[in-house]
């Protein structure tokens, strides 16, 4: 028998898994408020990009497994399960998740599910919305099930990420929603991905846990490049050797000008806001966002040090400026913490990025000009700047980008490049948690000081 999906939402989240779950053979309606965005998914326009969404969004709408609705009173009518997978973005002025389009959503389709259809929570959420879920949709229906499925795709590799997961984490009351969410993901787990049963409340803090704990060790790995750097170490060094340590494991550890994007800031945020009602300190993750705010404000330094000491009147080309490589999305991109401060002091910037400078935009001083052509980004500039490592930033004509520049002076923020080869080229180069190499090429020279 086919299950009947609803998959309220059509974000980064909701559309990935109506696409990946009409594919492994599911029937799917993905809602969501937003007429015009429902609109272009219905004509088969996607509106953000996502590497190998636009081949299987394609294959789903042919097959007539996936299909888009704004009234969700209709999509759910049929639904065996409705994932619920709109925004939790972090509340003004307090910090808390906001849920109100989490319970908008709860309230839209109460009167419309079947009575013995299974609402879950794909969203984050805090511990006990799930439960706030169920008491609001018991008005309409009293024997209403609930469940928690949070989702861990990263953006750029959320098709790969939904398709491979690590593990499918599954917070339920009983079997019988245990074995519902098994069906679901049927294809996935005979294939061998591990599973979790747990509460309802345990998968709610899985996933804030997971997400407060790699920021952790971002934060940390920031830390680390500021002391690899004081103290004539090599961070590419020090963590291959941390690496080969199980317990610490080679992922996670590429340096970058600090954390971004949609989830991890908000989910820090939350985690701690959870803690603090429930009386629990949690001293470790209170300053880890505060140590992603300093490790920007150092890059910001370093910038300022590679330009020798003012970047007033300077022009600077940024490469890059989504929160990282393979996305469009702009939300809490470093880039936008960064950017302003040197435009503040009088820089004046440039900027390309492959997907992302529309999303940029409307986020950004005017001081910073949009600069579709990579040919010409770094032309007199005294300075360029790697913001996101997009993997075409590597092919750059760098000996013609050095000879064209006004100060062949590059600040890497990802270590995209190798140092020996860009001080060979002619550059002043200062990447992450690297000894900066400031005797190449046209450059000023910085004191050691203004770089740190
Ligand atoms: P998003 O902002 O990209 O999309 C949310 C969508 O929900 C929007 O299209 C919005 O119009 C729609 N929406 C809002 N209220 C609605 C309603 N009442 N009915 C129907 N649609 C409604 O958000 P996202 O990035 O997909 O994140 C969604 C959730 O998934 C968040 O809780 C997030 O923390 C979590 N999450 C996100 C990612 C990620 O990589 N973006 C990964 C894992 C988990
Ligand atoms: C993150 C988690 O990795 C996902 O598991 C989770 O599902 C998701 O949040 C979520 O809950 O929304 P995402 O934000 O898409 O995914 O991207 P990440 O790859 O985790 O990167 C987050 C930030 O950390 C980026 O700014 C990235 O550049 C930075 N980063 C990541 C590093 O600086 N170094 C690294 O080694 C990894």
Redesign the pocket.
Known sequence: MTIKICIIGAGYVGLVSATCLAELGASVTCVDVDAAKIARLSRGELPIYEPRLPDLLDRARASGRLRFAIDPAEAVRDADVVFIAVGTPTRRGDGHADLSHVLAAARQIAPHLRPDALVVTKS?VPVGTTRQLQRLLAASNPGARVASNP??????SAVH?FMHPDRIVFGVDCARDERLLHAVYAPLVTRGTRTVTASIETAELI?YA??AF?ATK?SF?SELTELSEATGADIDGVTAGMALDPRIGA??????P???????PK?VKGYLRTAQQHGVSCRVVETVMEANAAHQARMVRKIRGALGGSEAGKTIAVLGLT??AD?DDMRY??ALAILPSLADRGAHLRAHDPQGMREARPWLPPEVTMWPELDTLCDDADCVVVMTEWPQYRHLDLARIATRMNRAVMVDLRNLFDPARMSDLGFAYHGVGRQSRPHGGKSLAAPRAALA
């Not at 989702?151 to 750029?156: A, C, K, T, V, Y």
């Not at 992922?251 to 970058?256: E, F, S, T, V």
């Open positions: 984050t989702e861990f795709l990263r953006e750029g990420d996933k997971s997400n790699l971002l790995l992922q996670y550890l590429a340096p970058g600090g954390f971004g994007g949609s989830c991890l989910d929160f990282k996305t991109a470093p």
